[in-house]
């Protein structure tokens, strides 16, 4: 797997869209301070890849994907894996309760050639040749597929544990032992020698159970099974014995049945026949209807008489005339009498109207003129003042005159200039004016009110005669309506005579009332005597037909007494009839009786001689139910034989898988298959890191191990042999890359898709390096990436270590987010 470019969005310190492009790049450096996001780039890459990032320590802990307070964060990863280029995006939301979710996961080859410019702008479907993936689930099984680790294995071969390596260098045999266990993987034995020592313990459980099982079936051995078939065969036998017997019960049981049923339809004949007799007051219900029906008869003659007073009487109300036309005759009377009175009064109150309005006229002439003289006043003061200010005012051009010079104001000249006089008559003209003015004002002000009190008084007359015109107009109307009327004396006699017919027809109607009210009581009366005589007569009937199976006598209709009397004596001989042959039916049914109990008596010993209880009512069925009882129990020691056989088989298969599980525990113990698959991987980690030592020193170094211990062959020093402890800090870093190539390399081939390794990336803490060995460092890392086979990263904050990487990433950190630059060729 080779990345090309990879774009983040939201993701961690990445807040903002950032993309890191890796395009022809075979050697670079992710540089920068200390926490500002370099390692992100490759948490990036393994998230994209497989879901998760090795430092979270957790793969359900993708809300760390999330940048603090984002909402979302996407990741795009373009990568090279055998040749073929794909696109793998995975994008992470958080929703509105703050759970944390993949939303969307996708992985696709993209089109050999595609220019990745278009990846800013959307890829179309000519752009892939072939969609993957398009869930979680789906990309975390292809993604193996293509790129051929696992997760766990592509954070050792890919982006490599180099701490883990140089203390698995210098560490002691058994701690090597512990550390190669967790990097190759080998633990999965001891999983396996732990799986089988529990399968062994689950196996003994099982055993123990089925012991207990078997314990619980030793009941059913061959004398119980003996047992169950006889007693099956007996109550066989029952069943064919109740099955003969059973019939004849049942006959004698019938002919029992029927003897009773004789004897009491015998009993229930002789009750009816003797229960008839006549009722009490029989003789005297036909003579209280006919009573009841005189009566009725009476008060409806008594009802008509009543009706026809009353229609007289309606007849002579209605010829005395309409009571209230008369009452309005009367009321209009009174009312002329009322008007008459009011008009008199009118006409009063208009002539003292007409005298009012006729002085106030009078009184407001008399104003207007003394008005007239005041406002007359006033224009003569107006014109006096204005008379003072014009001499006024020639008197005070007097003093500027000149005997023998020209007037200034009419150009005439000035023959003597008059003496100038010593007062103004303005203040005595304006005095005047005032006084003429209040004079004025007042005079007004009379005539104003004495106009108003006219206008009152014209409204007041108004008034009066459209009030007195309208009591004429109203006495004139009804003079008109009384034209030809009787007087109030002839009509409150006319009215005193309706009255009287009145209480006299309302005394009428009572009697009417009274007489129906008598009527309808009768007819109630004579109903119920009629419906006591059908009732009885029913009664009769009812009695009757509850005997005519056994043919009574007819009865006489018209007389009730008869009827009962003639009934009565037929059912007394009747029963007496039937009294002498009951002791045949008596006799009869006993001897019913002790059939049924010889019968039973039988049935009771054959159940007894089967070991059961006595039957109830059906001792068929329950011998039946016996026989299948028993069936049930033979059939449930079969089963319980057959499961004893089949627990005895499971014990076998068990027993086996006991001993299997526990000789495998017993040979992958950790200082038998362990430690000779150890062996072995370790030499085959040696060699290849051995070669590749070799390389990386120019051939200085051979690395090989004896008795649990690493040591170097220098080449440079006749082949001594020196102990790891001996080695420089870069010879240290050299021997411990070796190692971690050599095991990357062992974990590819363990792959089942035949991993190809084209990118490694060493996430290493360099800083602790002194200048010597930080350049053998970097002499080794030109080296490997001179190789040419997979492509070289470091993530450093070294800069002497960085300069001699041709391309770097510069990674910065402001307060909201990570920045990324290119840096080099």
Not at 58 to 69: E, G, K, Q, T, Y
Not at 254 to 279: F, H, M, N, S
Not at 483 to 504: F, H, M, S, V
Request: hydrophobic content about 45%.
């Amino acid at each position: 797997m080779r990345p090309i470019r990879l774009d983040l969005d939201g993701f961690t310190v990445f807040r903002e869209p950032t993309t890191v492009d890796f395009t022809d790049t075979d050697f670079f450096a992710l540089v920068g301070p200390t926490g500002s996001g370099k390692s992100t780039v490759l948490d990036a890459i393994c998230f994209a890849l497989y879901g998760t990032v090795p430092r979270w320590g957790d793969r359900r802990a993708i809300a760390n994907a999330l940048a603090p307070s984002a909402v979302e964060a996407k990741v795009r990863l373009v990568f090279e894996s055998a040749g073929v280029r794909y696109v793998l995006s995975r994008v992470v939301r958080r929703d509105s309760k703050g759970a944390v979710t993949t939303k969307h996961a996708g992985l696709e080859a993209l089109a050999p050639g595609l220019d990745l410019g278009k990846l800013a702008y959307g890829l179309t479907a000519d752009d892939v040749a072939e969609v993957l993936a398009g869930t979680p689930g789906e990309v975390d099984e292809a993604i193996q597929a293509v790129v051929g680790l696992p997760y766990e294995q592509f954070t050792k071969c890919v982006v490599l544990p180099q701490g883990e390596f140089a203390a698995f260098l210098h560490a002691k045999p058994a701690e090597r032992q512990k550390i190669l266990v967790n990097l190759l993987g080998l633990d999965v034995y001891g999983h396996i020698r732990e799986k089988a020592a529990t399968l062994g313990t689950t196996a003994d459980a099982k055993l123990k159970v089925l012991d207990q099982q078997l314990t619980a079936l030793s009941d059913v051995d061959d004398a119980a099974l003996v047992a169950a078939q006889g007693r099956v065969e007996t109550l066989r036998a029952l069943v064919e014995r109740v099955e003969r017997i059973a019939p004849q019960l049942t006959d004698s049981g019938r002919l029992a049945a029927q003897a009773a049923e004789a004897l009491a339809a015998l009993d229930t004949q002789i009750g009816q026949l003797t229960a008839v007799a006549v009722p009490a007051e029989a003789p005297t219900l036909a003579a209280a209807a006919a009573t009841a029906r005189a009566a009725v008869a009476e008060a409806l003659d008594g009802s008509r008489a009543t009706e026809e007073q009353e229609e007289k009487l309606r007849g002579e109300l209605q010829a005395a005339g309409d009571a209230a036309a008369l009452r309005r005759l009367l009321d209009t009377h009174g009312e002329r009498a009322t008007l008459a009175v009011e008009a008199a009064s009118v006409q009063g109150a208009v002539e003292r109207a007409e005298r009012e309005h006729t002085a106030a006229v009078d009184a407001l002439a008399g104003v207007k003129v003394q008005a007239a003289d005041a406002l007359a006043a006033l224009e003569a003061a107006r014109e006096a003042y204005q008379t003072a200010v014009a001499v006024d005012r020639a008197v005070a051009l007097r003093p500027h005159l000149r005997a023998g010079e020209e007037c200034p104001v009419c150009t005439q000249t000035v023959h003597a200039v008059p003496d100038v006089p010593h007062d103004s008559a303005v203040a005595a003209a304006e005095a005047a004016g005032k006084t003429a003015r209040k004079r004025s004002e007042a005079a007004d002000k009379i005539v104003a009110e004495h106009d108003r009190t006219v206008r009152e008084l014209d409204r007041a007359l108004a008034t009066a005669k459209a009030h007195a015109q309208q009591v004429d107009a109203r006495l004139a109307a009804l003079d008109k309506a009384l034209d030809g009327a009787p007087a109030p004396e002839a009509l409150r006699r006319d009215l005193d005579a309706i009255a009287k017919l009145g209480r006299a027809l309302e005394k009428a109607g009572a009697e009417v009332r009274k007489a129906r009210e008598a009527h309808r009581k009768a007819s109630t009366t004579a109903d119920r005597a009629e419906e006591r005589l059908r009732a009885a007569w029913r009664s009769f009937d009812s009695a009757r037909d509850a005997l005519a199976a056994y043919a009574p006598p007819p009865a006489n209709r018209e007389d009730l007494a008869d009827a009962w009397a003639t009934l009565t004596a037929w059912a007394t001989g009747e029963a007496g009839r039937r009294r002498a042959g009951r002791q045949a039916a008596v006799d009869e049914l006993k001897s019913a009786e002790h059939r049924v109990g010889d019968v039973r008596q039988e049935l009771l010993t054959v159940f007894a001689d089967a070991g059961l209880p006595a039957p109830g009512g059906e001792p068929a069925r329950e011998a039946a139910v016996a026989l299948e009882r028993a069936d049930a129990a033979l059939r449930r020691i079969e089963e319980r034989r057959a499961d004893a056989e089949r627990i005895r088989g499971q014990r076998d298969e068990v027993a086996k898988e006991s001993q299997v599980a526990k000789a495998l525990a017993q040979h992958l113990r950790a200082d038998r298959f362990e430690r000779w698959l150890l062996a072995e991987a370790l030499d085959t980690l040696v060699d290849g890191a051995s070669r590749t030592l070799r390389e990386l020193s120019n051939g200085q170094y051979d690395l090989g191990h004896e008795k649990g211990e690493f040591f170097v062959v220098d080449h440079h020093d006749a082949g001594l042999r020196r102990a790891v402890r001996t080695l420089s800090g870069g010879e240290t870093f050299q021997a411990s890359l070796a190692l971690a190539l050599a095991l990357s390399d062992q974990l590819a081939g363990m792959s089942a898709s035949g991993a190809s390794l084209e990118s490694i990336v060493l996430d290493e803490g360099f800083g602790t390096l002194d200048a010597t060995t930080l350049d053998t460092v970097a002499a080794t890392l030109e080296n490997l990436a001179a190789r040419g086979d997979r492509m070289v990263g470091v993530v450093t904050h070294v800069g002497a270590l960085a300069e001699r990487i041709p391309v770097r990433f510069e990674v910065r950190r402001d307060a909201r987010t990570a920045h990324i630059e290119r840096v080099g060729l």
